[in-house]
């Protein structure tokens, strides 16, 4: 930016201070040359023009060369110098003899090596900095400009301010000077990217088409050695350390006896003419009445505005001419007094100018000296050593210069120059929270570099303040890169994108991550690391917010990257793992491994299995069931929670799978990814999970007779070969495993090939449960080691398979209905020790196997029954199922492989609702194996339960006699449709008997008329009760005895009318 500035109309920091002529003592004619040099009729090209003053400090330097002319010669010249000219002259000595004899002479640079060594690096390190530096940016622009004109840049009409602000370099810049001395050396390569606009969505062009434009624009791109940018010519060879301290107290002197004791003189001279004049009374009144009476076009003169042609590097484009004041106005003198102000520091007065001539340039309509005026108030706002009494002022003044040199002044470089001066300054005092405002001020279309440069340094500032505002630097860094990529700054853009993907990767924030994703994989396209972006794009397919025709671009442009980097690297992309790919979606967490017989359904309540588990091996091992080493092995067991299998049974893993798109997608070739180890202790190892992704596709041989079971050795594995999830489908994938040797099968993973061209394998990863046992992992989130999937492989077992038959979905309240159990081994060893416990006891009776014809309710038969009953406390939940006796006579109930056994099972209405019955088998081998105890297995029943009746009882004593009550029953029927009818009633008591008294037994219709029970009515029965004839006063029953009460037609059996039910 400040290698463009030159000679401008509307201040004085850039025009001459003072000139400095200089003559040799060897001169034959000092006086005449001096006045060759410097004549005032004859202007020189930095003062010729209406808005310079040219009446400037002439600064005379006699240059004395000890080895070409005498000290006494040379000072009689500075002698008559200072007589003729005046105090302003100086005598400086500077040697031009080599040192050592071989270095040759000082114009022969052929002999450039031994001029290296003779060069002082201290001396020469004055100006190789800067002078390499400057010849640097030179050469680059020299080359854009040769490059442009030649035609081979593109650019396109849109994008031609994305470039420099200005024109083409022509005219005197401070770096022409620069040009000029090195001019004998070779050019630099300019920027590599061609100047192209990008439109905002850059996800609409495909990334085929721009890779075609990119190969067609590098075979017009200029090609340049960069081995010569080296600059190799050598300064200073003989200059010595008192020529450096000469030059040095030169300058000192001019600055500090001429130069500024001449602005001091020129600050007191247009302070008392010009500056005192306009703020006494008269100066007022007469600005005021030029603001009010005044005309709109004064009269044209030397002292007011003047248009002249435009010309020079900071003219915008388009403009001809402009309006100026001449070097002789009051309003240019005012400025010009305020500017000297400023450079002597003294900031107070220099604004209090600022503000007075700000006036005059509102009321003339000259808006480039009046947005001047505004900066530099701004600027001395900010240098006082005073506190700031509002800061909105300040922003408001350079507010108001941008708005003004962009809009009215067309002049985009004076606004950056305003904006990049208002920027150091707010560092300087560290307001960091201001600095934003006016770097994002400078953003707009009309210059993509210069808006991503400001948006980024914005952002920045907002992780300087006091409390860093993190997520709008993140925003300001994503504006940057994308205005960057619209500049082709590609490798700027791709920096800050992954900047701002640091900040967003632990939010939710799903569509921000995934345009950052997207934007580096891009980025890292153009710039060829196709493995970089083949990884970004991968991070973009899983997400569910974007339109579906977005997602199918995404993905067909991830596999047209993915297809090339494979074929650049040489990888198979059917073999080879991409990590990182997130489609489609596994939820770990509920993948779980069953056997074969294992229900489907009863994946749920797990925390409440693992109880009915543990319950149940306590009974078993209280009752004597498990004992010995088989108690030890059974807690165990119960602690791993693994899932034991025997050699030859399927296992299978249910895996969750989803699609998050919108569209279809295609799995082939998923197999799951396993390891096998001799030991059948759990797998205790912690794994890596970022390793095991990279493994390679795993491949066994076919098996006969199968068209998806596949031998690896120690166990054999289904392939599904493709399966297509639907948009927005989640469904399960169940994958079978036989082992065929003892030992473990840890479940690593998956593969899958996703769209039939990219490999994956994805690691489950499972948490266990979470440990809460020290206060250390109370105080952490701690999860133990999870052994789900690692499968446990033993020697032959019996496998236990369960049908329930007759069982219906709907029963009444009160209602028992008889089903059968099914039991059935398909293992290879014999079945036994078969224990039930249900979440559901009161609704559960089981049978013997004999029972299977008994009837649900006792005979009819009027005949009483008696009932000698264990009265001992156990747990109803868990009871013993009755197998088949064991040929030999063995009490041991066996169901040998491959049989079956039939076993009655009673299911009674005990409350209303909806139950889901719960029952845990376990069992044992009939012969013992070392590595189990015993195997479980869950299965689940879902039954509702209806209302029937509504039952009340109440007793009185009898009036007739003593010991007799009266009992009465009121019995609604809750149904709305269907009605009961009462057929059977029984007792159970040691010493009391019941008779009816409200229904006459004898009579047919009677009994049906007082036990039919229509819907939604109620009914009355009494009935007499009354103590036992053969029970003594006072004697206590040995044990306790049901007494079974029958009537001839009466009975508690619901039986429905209109046989609506059986």
């Given at each position: 930016?400040?290698?463009?500035?030159g000679i401008t109309?509307?201040?004085?920091f850039?025009?001459?201070?003072a000139i400095?002529?200089?003559?040799s003592s060897?001169?034959?004619?000092?006086?005449g040359?001096?006045?060759?040099l410097?004549?005032?009729?004859?202007?020189s090209?930095?003062?010729d023009?209406p808005?310079?003053d040219p009446?400037?400090?002439?600064y005379?330097v006699?240059?004395?060369d000890?080895?070409?002319a005498?000290?006494?010669?040379?000072?009689e010249?500075?002698?008559?110098m200072r007589?003729?000219?005046?105090?302003?002259?100086?005598?400086l000595r500077i040697?031009?003899k080599?040192?050592p004899p071989?270095?040759?002479?000082l114009l022969?640079?052929?002999?450039v090596?031994?001029a290296e060594?003779?060069?002082d690096?201290?001396i020469?390190?004055i100006?190789?900095?800067?002078?390499?530096?400057?010849?640097?940016?030179e050469?680059?622009?020299q080359?854009y400009?040769?490059a442009?004109?030649s035609?081979?840049?593109?650019?396109?009409?849109?994008s031609?301010?994305?470039?420099?602000d200005?024109?083409?370099l022509?005219?005197?810049?401070?770096s022409s000077?620069?040009s000029?001395?090195?001019s004998?050396?070779q050019g630099?390569p300019?920027?590599?990217?061609t100047l192209q606009t990008?439109?905002?969505?850059?996800?609409?062009?495909?990334l085929?088409?721009e890779?075609?434009q990119?190969?067609?624009?590098?075979q017009?791109?200029?090609?340049?050695?960069?081995s010569?940018?080296?600059?190799?010519k050598q300064?200073?060879r003989?200059v010595?350390?008192?020529?450096?301290n000469a030059?040095?107290?030169?300058?000192?002197e001019?600055?500090?006896q001429?130069m500024?004791p001449?602005m001091?003189r020129n600050?007191?001279?247009?302070?008392?003419?010009v500056a005192s004049a306009?703020r006494g009374?008269?100066?007022?009144l007469?600005?005021?009445?030029?603001?009010?009476?005044?005309s709109?076009?004064?009269?044209q003169?030397?002292h007011s505005?003047?248009t002249?042609?435009?010309?020079?590097?900071?003219?915008?484009?388009?403009?001809?001419?402009v309006t100026?004041?001449p070097y002789?106005?009051?309003?240019a003198?005012m400025?010009?007094l305020a500017?000297?102000?400023?450079m002597i520091r003294?900031?107070?007065f220099?604004?209090?100018?600022?503000d007075?001539?700000?006036?005059?340039?509102?009321?003339d309509?000259a808006y480039?000296?009046?947005?001047?005026?505004?900066?530099?108030?701004?600027?001395?706002l900010?240098?006082?050593?005073?506190h700031?009494?509002?800061?909105?002022?300040v922003?408001r003044n350079?507010e108001?210069a941008?708005q003004?040199f962009?809009g009215?002044?067309?002049s985009?470089?004076?606004a950056t120059?305003t904006?990049?001066m208002?920027?150091?300054?707010?560092?300087?005092h560290r307001?960091w929270?201001?600095?934003?405002?006016?770097?994002?001020?400078?953003?707009?279309?009309d210059?993509?570099l210069r808006?991503a440069?400001?948006l980024e340094?914005?952002?920045?500032?907002?992780?300087?303040?006091?409390k860093?505002?993190?997520r709008?630097y993140g925003f300001?860094v994503?504006m940057?890169?994308?205005r960057y990529?619209?500049?082709?700054?590609?490798?700027?853009a791709l920096r800050c994108?992954?900047?701002?993907s640091l900040?967003?990767?632990?939010?939710t924030?799903?569509?921000a991550?995934s345009?950052?994703?997207?934007?580096?994989?891009?980025?890292?396209?153009?710039l060829g690391?196709?493995e970089?972006?083949?990884t970004?794009?991968?991070?973009?397919l899983?997400?569910?917010?974007?339109?579906?025709?977005?997602q199918?671009?995404?993905?067909?442009?991830?596999?047209?990257?993915?297809r090339?980097?494979?074929?650049l690297?040489?990888i198979d992309p059917?073999?080879?793992?991409l990590?990182n790919?997130r489609l489609?979606?596994f939820n770990d967490?509920?993948?779980r491994?069953?056997?074969s017989?294992?229900?489907a359904?009863?994946?749920?309540?797990q925390?409440d299995?693992?109880?009915?588990?543990?319950?149940?091996l306590?009974?078993?091992?209280?009752?004597g069931f498990i004992?010995?080493?088989k108690?030890?092995l059974?807690?165990?067991q119960?602690?791993?929670n693994?899932?034991?299998?025997?050699?030859?049974e399927p296992?299978?893993?249910?895996i969750?799978v989803?699609?998050p798109l919108q569209?279809?997608?295609?799995?082939n070739?998923?197999?799951?990814g396993c390891e096998?180890?001799e030991?059948?202790?759990?797998f205790?190892?912690?794994?890596?999970?970022?390793?095991?992704?990279?493994?390679t596709?795993?491949?066994?041989?076919?098996?006969?007779?199968?068209n998806d079971?596949y031998?690896?050795g120690?166990?054999?594995?289904?392939q599904?070969?493709?399966i297509?999830?639907e948009?927005?489908?989640?469904?399960w994938i169940?994958l079978?495993?036989?082992p065929?040797?003892?030992?473990?099968?840890l479940?690593k993973?998956v593969h899958?090939t996703?769209?039939g061209?990219?490999?994956?394998?994805?690691?489950?990863v499972?948490?266990?449960?979470?440990?809460n046992?020290?206060l250390?992992?109370r105080r952490?989130?701690?999860?133990g080691q999870d052994?789900?999937?690692d499968?446990m492989v033993?020697?032959?077992?019996?496998l236990?398979?369960?049908?329930?038959?007759?069982?219906p979905?709907t029963?009444?309240?009160g209602?028992?209905v008889q089903?059968v159990l099914?039991?059935?081994?398909?293992?290879n060893k014999?079945?036994?020790?078969l224990r039930?416990k249900?979440?559901h006891?009161?609704?559960i009776c089981?049978?013997?196997?004999e029972?299977?014809?008994?009837?649900?309710?006792?005979?009819?038969d009027?005949?009483?029954?008696?009932?000698?009953?264990?009265n001992?406390?156990?747990?109803?939940?868990?009871?013993s199922?009755s197998?088949p006796?064991?040929?030999?006579?063995?009490?041991v109930?066996?169901?040998?492989?491959?049989q079956?056994?039939?076993?009655?099972?009673?299911i009674r209405g005990?409350r209303?609702?909806?139950h889901?019955?719960k029952?845990l088998?376990?069992?044992q081998?009939?012969e013992d194996d070392?590595?189990i105890?015993?195997?479980?297995?869950r299965y689940?029943l879902n039954v509702?339960?209806?209302p029937?009746l509504?039952?009340n009882a109440?007793t009185r004593?009898?009036a007739?006699?003593?010991?007799?009550?009266?009992l009465g029953i009121e019995?609604e029927?809750?149904?709305?449709v269907?009605?009961?009818q009462l057929?059977q009633?029984?007792a159970?008591?040691p010493?009391?008997?019941?008779?009816p008294?409200s229904?006459c037994?004898?009579?047919k219709?009677?009994?049906?008329a007082?036990?039919?029970?229509p819907?939604?009515?109620t009914?009355?029965?009494y009935y007499k009760?009354s103590?036992?004839q053969?029970?003594?006063e006072?004697?206590?029953?040995a044990?306790l005895?049901?007494t079974?009460?029958?009537f001839?037609?009466?009975?508690?059996h619901?039986?429905l009318?209109?046989?609506t039910?059986?």
């Amino acid at each position: 930016m400040l290698s463009l500035r030159g000679i401008t109309e509307h201040e004085t920091f850039d025009h001459p201070v003072a000139i400095m002529i200089v003559i040799s003592s060897t001169n034959p004619d000092p006086m005449g040359t001096i006045t060759q040099l410097y004549n005032p009729n004859i202007p020189s090209f930095t003062v010729d023009r209406p808005y310079v003053d040219p009446n400037i400090l002439r600064y005379y330097v006699l240059l004395h060369d000890p080895h070409t002319a005498s000290e006494s010669q040379a000072q009689e010249t500075f002698e008559k110098m200072r007589k003729t000219l005046g105090l302003h002259c100086h005598l400086l000595r500077i040697n031009s003899k080599a040192r050592p004899p071989e270095t040759g002479h000082l114009l022969d640079d052929t002999d450039v090596p031994s001029a290296e060594h003779d060069a002082d690096p201290a001396i020469r390190e004055i100006w190789q900095h800067q002078l390499t530096e400057s010849y640097t940016i030179e050469s680059r622009m020299q080359a854009y400009a040769a490059a442009t004109n030649s035609g081979s840049v593109g650019v396109s009409s849109s994008s031609s301010t994305n470039g420099l602000d200005s024109p083409a370099l022509s005219g005197h810049t401070r770096s022409s000077s620069v040009s000029s001395n090195v001019s004998s050396l070779q050019g630099i390569p300019p920027p590599t990217t061609t100047l192209q606009t990008t439109p905002l969505e850059v996800g609409n062009t495909s990334l085929e088409n721009e890779q075609l434009q990119q190969e067609q624009q590098k075979q017009h791109e200029p090609i340049l050695d960069e081995s010569t940018a080296t600059v190799t010519k050598q300064y200073g060879r003989y200059v010595t350390d008192d020529d450096v301290n000469a030059c040095k107290g030169m300058v000192r002197e001019f600055v500090i006896q001429s130069m500024i004791p001449f602005m001091e003189r020129n600050i007191q001279h247009w302070n008392e003419q010009v500056a005192s004049a306009r703020r006494g009374l008269t100066g007022r009144l007469f600005g005021a009445s030029r603001r009010l009476f005044g005309s709109s076009s004064r009269t044209q003169s030397t002292h007011s505005l003047q248009t002249i042609p435009a010309s020079g590097p900071n003219v915008p484009a388009g403009v001809t001419q402009v309006t100026i004041y001449p070097y002789s106005a009051p309003e240019a003198q005012m400025r010009k007094l305020a500017d000297y102000a400023f450079m002597i520091r003294d900031y107070k007065f220099a604004h209090t100018i600022y503000d007075t001539v700000r006036r005059d340039y509102a009321t003339d309509k000259a808006y480039k000296y009046h947005a001047g005026t505004q900066e530099m108030i701004g600027i001395c706002l900010l240098m006082m050593n005073q506190h700031l009494r509002s800061k909105t002022d300040v922003d408001r003044n350079f507010e108001l210069a941008v708005q003004q040199f962009l809009g009215r002044c067309r002049s985009p470089f004076q606004a950056t120059r305003t904006t990049v001066m208002y920027y150091e300054l707010l560092k300087a005092h560290r307001m960091w929270k201001e600095v934003p405002t006016a770097l994002v001020r400078m953003t707009g279309e009309d210059s993509d570099l210069r808006s991503a440069l400001f948006l980024e340094q914005a952002a920045h500032c907002f992780l300087r303040t006091p409390k860093p505002m993190v997520r709008k630097y993140g925003f300001h860094v994503v504006m940057a890169a994308h205005r960057y990529g619209k500049a082709l700054q590609r490798e700027h853009a791709l920096r800050c994108y992954k900047l701002a993907s640091l900040i967003f990767e632990d939010h939710t924030w799903s569509i921000a991550k995934s345009h950052i994703q997207f934007a580096l994989g891009r980025q890292s396209f153009h710039l060829g690391q196709l493995e970089g972006a083949a990884t970004y794009f991968a991070n973009v397919l899983a997400d569910a917010k974007q339109t579906p025709q977005q997602q199918a671009a995404h993905v067909r442009e991830f596999m047209f990257i993915y297809r090339q980097y494979t074929n650049l690297s040489g990888i198979d992309p059917l073999e080879e793992s991409l990590p990182n790919l997130r489609l489609p979606v596994f939820n770990d967490q509920h993948v779980r491994v069953s056997l074969s017989n294992a229900q489907a359904n009863n994946t749920d309540n797990q925390e409440d299995w693992a109880a009915m588990e543990r319950e149940l091996l306590e009974q078993n091992i209280a009752k004597g069931f498990i004992y010995g080493s088989k108690k030890a092995l059974a807690l165990q067991q119960q602690h791993d929670n693994r899932v034991i299998c025997a050699i030859g049974e399927p296992t299978i893993v249910h895996i969750e799978v989803s699609n998050p798109l919108q569209i279809a997608i295609q799995l082939n070739n998923i197999v799951l990814g396993c390891e096998h180890r001799e030991s059948i202790k759990p797998f205790n190892e912690k794994r890596d999970p970022e390793a095991e992704a990279y493994d390679t596709m795993v491949h066994g041989t076919s098996i006969d007779n199968s068209n998806d079971m596949y031998s690896f050795g120690p166990y054999e594995l289904q392939q599904i070969n493709e399966i297509t999830l639907e948009p927005m489908e989640k469904r399960w994938i169940n994958l079978a495993i036989i082992p065929r040797k003892e030992g473990s099968i840890l479940v690593k993973g998956v593969h899958y090939t996703l769209n039939g061209l990219v490999h994956r394998f994805h690691p489950i990863v499972k948490k266990g449960k979470r440990l809460n046992d020290t206060l250390e992992n109370r105080r952490s989130v701690v999860y133990g080691q999870d052994h789900t999937l690692d499968i446990m492989v033993t020697s032959p077992m019996p496998l236990l398979d369960l049908q329930f038959h007759n069982v219906p979905e709907t029963i009444l309240s009160g209602e028992v209905v008889q089903t059968v159990l099914e039991i059935n081994n398909k293992g290879n060893k014999g079945l036994t020790a078969l224990r039930l416990k249900s979440s559901h006891p009161s609704f559960i009776c089981i049978g013997n196997p004999e029972e299977m014809d008994k009837q649900i309710y006792g005979g009819n038969d009027g005949k009483s029954e008696k009932f000698a009953l264990d009265n001992k406390l156990y747990d109803p939940s868990v009871v013993s199922v009755s197998l088949p006796k064991k040929e030999g006579g063995s009490d041991v109930g066996v169901v040998n492989s491959g049989q079956t056994t039939l076993v009655p099972l009673w299911i009674r209405g005990d409350r209303i609702g909806k139950h889901t019955f719960k029952f845990l088998f376990s069992y044992q081998s009939e012969e013992d194996d070392a590595a189990i105890a015993h195997r479980t297995m869950r299965y689940t029943l879902n039954v509702q339960v209806l209302p029937s009746l509504k039952i009340n009882a109440f007793t009185r004593p009898s009036a007739a006699t003593v010991n007799e009550y009266i009992l009465g029953i009121e019995i609604e029927n809750l149904q709305t449709v269907a009605g009961f009818q009462l057929t059977q009633l029984n007792a159970a008591s040691p010493i009391w008997s019941i008779v009816p008294l409200s229904i006459c037994t004898d009579s047919k219709q009677d009994v049906e008329a007082k036990t039919a029970i229509p819907p939604r009515q109620t009914t009355f029965a009494y009935y007499k009760v009354s103590k036992l004839q053969d029970v003594s006063e006072g004697a206590k029953p040995a044990a306790l005895n049901i007494t079974k009460l029958v009537f001839v037609s009466l009975c508690f059996h619901l039986s429905l009318l209109d046989n609506t039910y059986p």
